[in-house]
C-alpha cells in the first residue's frame, strides 16, 4: 500500500480542496474585485476618473486636432506583497495512518487521510481569508495595512478625501436625516458621472435605521397602520426613496491573536455603482515558478494562483505542506465609492 509520501502530495491536497469547493458561493469581496492572475510579482492597474464627459471644441476646417489631456487618468504601480506558511501532518494521525497502511485497511487509511486534508485544507482556507480582509479593507477605508513576521506594507488607492465622509448627525440618533444624507451622495456622484445603486455595510447600521424617526412616520403612513421596523422594510423602503439597496455583510476574520474583526466595521457603509471595482490580483510564487519541475517537491496551483507545495521530511518522517501567494487587489474604481462613517465621534 502507498505510504505517507505518496498520499500527502500537492496534487491529491489540492484535488481535495478543488471538490471540496465546487459549490461554495464565492465571498462578497471575491464578486466586487474577481480574481485575476497577473505573472511576476509587479502590479499596475489605471485608476479612472469619475468626471462628466466635457463637450467637444470648435476647430476650423483643414486644422490640426487640438489634443486633449487624459485628466483624471492615472497609472499606479506598486509590488505586491507575499505570503507563506507550512504545516505538518498530526503526529497523532501520521501514526494512525502508518498502522492502518501496514495493516493494509484501505477503508481506515480513506478515513484517517480526509482528517489529514481537513487540516492540512485550513491553511489553503486562511488566503482566502487574507484576500477577503484585503478586498474589504481597500473597500472601506480606501487603504490596505499589513503587518506580521517583521514584514509591514501599506497600500493607499487614493480615494479622494471628499468622498470619506462623516454624517452630521449619527444615525443611530432617530433625529437623524438619514434619507437626506443618502440622497445628497447620490446627487453629489452624480454631478460626477457616477451612478449609485448600491451599499454595503453590516447590521449595526441597519439596526440604528429601524428607530430612525422619520422611517417610521413614513413607512407608518405607506403601511396604512402601526409597523415595526425591520432590515427588509428598511432597505426597500430606502431603495424606493433614493434608488439605493443596502446590503448587511456580517462575516468576520480572526487575526493571529485569534481576535475577531468584522469585514465591514460597525457604522461603516460604503456607496457604490454597479459592476466591479477591481480585482483580486495574484502574482507568480517562488514555488511556482521554481519548483513545479523540481523532483523534491511536488506544487499544485489552486485558485487560480495560490501555490500547495509538499516536501519529503526523512527525520522525523512527515510530509511539510506549505501554502504560498502573491496577491494584492487592484481597485480601479477608487473614485466611484463614498465612505461614509455614520457616527458623530464627540470631542
Wanted: aromatic share 8%; hydrophobic share 35%.
Amino acid at each position: 500500500m502507498a505510504s505517507i509520501y505518496e498520499l500527502v502530495t500537492a496534487q491529491n491536497l489540492g484535488e481535495y480542496w478543488t471538490e471540496l469547493n465546487e459549490n461554495e458561493q464565492p465571498l462578497l469581496g471575491e464578486t466586487l474585485f474577481p480574481v485575476q492572475k497577473q505573472l511576476g510579482t509587479d502590479l499596475s492597474w489605471i485608476k479612472g476618473s469619475s468626471n462628466q464627459p466635457v463637450g467637444i471644441r470648435l476647430s476650423s476646417y483643414d486644422a490640426k486636432a487640438i489634443r486633449r489631456d487624459m485628466k483624471g487618468i492615472e497609472k499606479l504601480e506598486t509590488e505586491m506583497p507575499f505570503f507563506k506558511e507550512s504545516i505538518y501532518v498530526d503526529e497523532k494521525l501520521r501514526q494512525q495512518l502508518n498502522n492502518f497502511i501496514d495493516a493494509n485497511k484501505p477503508q481506515f487509511v480513506d478515513l484517517i487521510m480526509t482528517k489529514i486534508f481537513d487540516r492540512l485544507s485550513n491553511l489553503i482556507k486562511s488566503t482566502d481569508v487574507t484576500l477577503e480582509r484585503m478586498r474589504m479593507e481597500a473597500l472601506t477605508t480606501g487603504t490596505i495595512t499589513l503587518s506580521s513576521n517583521g514584514q509591514s506594507y501599506t497600500y493607499d488607492y487614493e480615494v479622494p478625501a471628499s468622498q470619506k465622509i462623516t454624517v452630521s448627525t449619527s444615525w443611530s440618533d432617530p433625529s437623524a436625516d438619514i434619507i437626506g444624507d443618502i440622497q445628497s451622495y447620490v446627487d453629489a456622484m452624480k454631478a460626477k458621472g457616477v451612478k449609485i445603486t448600491r451599499a454595503v455595510c453590516n447590521s449595526t447600521v441597519l439596526k440604528a435605521m429601524n428607530s430612525n424617526t422619520a422611517m417610521k412616520n413614513a413607512i407608518y403612513v405607506f403601511a396604512g397602520g402601526t409597523v415595526n421596523l425591520t432590515n427588509d422594510i428598511v432597505r426597500n423602503y430606502i431603495e424606493a426613496q433614493t434608488g439605493v439597496r443596502f446590503y448587511a455583510y456580517d462575516n468576520v476574520w480572526v487575526d493571529e491573536s485569534e481576535v475577531s474583526h468584522k469585514y465591514v466595521p460597525d457604522n461603516t457603509v460604503v456607496f457604490m455603482p454597479d459592476g466591479t471595482l477591481g480585482y483580486t490580483n495574484l502574482g507568480t510564487t517562488p514555488e511556482e515558478s521554481d519548483l513545479l519541475n523540481d523532483l523534491n517537491a511536488r506544487v499544485s496551483i489552486v485558485n487560480e494562483g495560490v501555490a500547495v507545495t509538499t516536501s519529503q521530511m526523512v527525520d522525523p518522517v512527515n510530509v511539510e505542506t506549505k501554502v504560498s501567494m502573491v496577491a494584492l487587489p487592484s481597485f480601479e474604481e477608487a473614485d466611484k465609492v463614498v465612505i461614509v462613517d455614520t457616527e458623530v465621534t464627540s470631542g
